[in-house]
């Protein structure tokens, strides 16, 4: 099982590495149902390695000039309090209303990136700091909550509200969930028995995969990758919700998700409108 846990640690790595976000969408699920962790214990373990993880592959994303910095911090600092909040309040919610958000909150957040065109915004905005400051805490309350990296919400916040190109969003989403990650692990450790051997083998994998990952995002276009990125979080959303949902319940959300996703793009996510 260790092996197996290793292997699919590489995988998110790259994941993580290439778009931004994604890592622990696989996580979690990986650690709860597949190496069988106890929900609490893979949340805050699943925090620690894609906080490890997000950190080695931001070093390459900032060689590159890809990460605003200002964005970053705003969204970033008020994240780190959010996910510490989100990390205590975790011990009084049920372990199956927290997989049920994580997963409802991945489909809904996939269908809008897949909505919208992709196309980077014609200039460079600076978001207001009252925005950044409010959309990092509510995004960190929820990633601390659940165990999320958070990348899954950032990129879109960041291209939605900051006015960033994809690429930038990608990169200065690694540098929050760097930030986020850890302060919400910092609030699980107190009531979660982490198996310290898998932590240091998990985390040593995602963090190599994390380097390919960083290396190979600059090959792909960042059309390609916002598409990517979405259509990992529609399945693994899904995924997670059908492992506490009854079939048609799961199945009436999956034809929902689907038909919003074929219906005539107004360009959501890309802050236009199909018009222009």
Do not use: N
């Not at 622990?24 to 149902?33: D, H, R």
């Not at 994809?166 to 989403?173: G, I, L, N």
């Amino acid at each position: 099982m260790l092996a197996l846990g290793a292997a699919l640690a590489l995988v998110i790595g790259v994941v993580l590495g290439m778009l931004g976000g994604g890592g622990a969408i696989l996580m979690l699920p990986m650690l709860v149902y597949l190496l069988h962790v106890e929900p609490r214990a893979a949340i805050a373990t699943s925090l620690f390695v894609v906080g490890v993880t997000a950190l080695v592959s931001l070093f390459f994303h900032a060689r590159r000039g890809h990460v605003r910095y200002r964005v970053g911090s705003l969204f970033g600092v008020a994240a780190m309090a959010g996910a510490f909040v989100g990390g205590r309040l975790a011990h009084f919610v049920p372990e199956a209303i927290l997989l049920v958000a994580f997963g409802a909150t991945m489909v809904v957040t996939a269908v809008i990136m897949l909505r919208g065109r992709g196309e980077a915004p014609a200039e460079r905005r600076d978001v207001r700091v009252e925005r950044a400051l409010l959309l990092g805490g509510a995004v960190g309350c929820f990633s601390g909550l659940v165990g999320a990296g958070g990348g899954f919400l950032i990129v879109p916040a960041l291209v939605l509200f900051g006015g960033l190109a994809m690429r930038e969003a990608v990169a200065t989403s690694l540098f929050v969930i760097t930030l986020q990650s850890f302060a919400g692990f910092a609030g699980h450790v107190a009531h979660a028995e982490l198996d310290l051997v898998l932590v240091a083998v998990v985390t040593s994998f995602a963090a190599f995969g994390s380097v390919a990952g960083a290396l190979l995002g600059k090959r792909v276009s960042a059309d390609a990758l916002r598409r990517v990125f979405a259509w990992l979080v529609v399945a693994m959303g899904l995924f997670m919700l059908g492992k506490q949902l009854p079939l048609p319940l799961l199945l009436l959300v999956a034809a929902l998700a689907l038909g919003v996703i074929a219906r005539p793009s107004a360009g959501a996510f890309s802050g236009r409108s199909a018009a222009r």
